[in-house]
T-cell receptor
């Protein structure tokens, strides 16, 4: 049983570009959440998707958007990249309304030059 | 404002020592997670607590709802326990995710 998978593992972009990160949840999970983790900091919640809709959102600008597909996989899109967007982007999956441990992907390390 | 504070920020100990990492949070939490993050980024969920105490191997997690405080203990610590330990609070009104994270405790266990 595959866990949460993220792609790509590493990415280098330049300021102003756009990027798309992908996440496949653990089998049986229907909810995907995205987090940004700057170097030396704890993760910050970006948003959560369930039933192909954004359900919750953290304090991130509209440049950060997402999508969830019918197979529960998800994408995170960031437009007009800034140097400050350089971070590890983590995806976590879970079952909606079920309180249990979370399952995280290994993350995508994004570097903006 | 939902806040989660961890201490200490950094901890270095000798193999075999008993380790305690502390986490305090603001009112309104419905559950608290303890996570382990190794170099390279991968995060593993250790515990989810809403009350009492949980144990898994050499790891023990406790939570005191009245004091808004949780602790993670490691008994007979080993160099492979070296990692960043993060507590994260799930606040009422949220779903299974949408956590507020602490900044993490960087633990180094020396042989």
């Amino acid at each position: 049983d595959a866990g949460v998978t993220q792609s790509p593992t590493h990415l280098i972009k330049t300021r102003g570009q756009q990027v798309t990160l992908r996440c496949s949840p653990k089998s049986g999970h229907d909810t995907v959440s995205w987090y940004q983790q700057a170097l030396g900091q704890g993760p910050q919640f970006i948003f959560q998707y369930y039933e192909e809709e954004e359900r919750q959102r953290g304090n991130f600008p509209d440049r950060f958007s997402g999508h969830q597909f019918p197979n529960y996989s998800s994408e995170l899109n960031v437009n007009a990249l800034l140097l400050g967007d350089s971070a590890l982007y983590l995806c976590a999956s879970s079952r909606r309304q079920v309180s249990e441990k979370l399952f995280f992907g290994s993350g995508t390390q994004l570097s903006v030059l | 404002k939902n806040e989660v504070e961890q201490s200490p920020q950094n901890l270095t100990a000798q193999e075999g020592e008993f380790i305690t990492i502390n986490c305090s949070y603001s009112v309104g939490i419905s559950a608290l997670h303890w996570l382990q993050q190794h170099p390279g980024g991968g995060i593993v969920s250790l515990f989810m607590l809403s009350s009492g105490k949980k144990k898994h191997g050499r790891l023990i997690a406790t939570i005191n709802i009245q004091e808004k405080h949780s602790s993670l203990h490691i008994t007979a610590s080993h160099p492979r326990d070296s990692a960043v330990y993060i507590c994260a609070g799930m606040y009422s009104g949220g779903g299974a995710d949408g956590l507020t994270f602490g900044k993490g405790t960087h633990l180094i266990i020396q042989p």
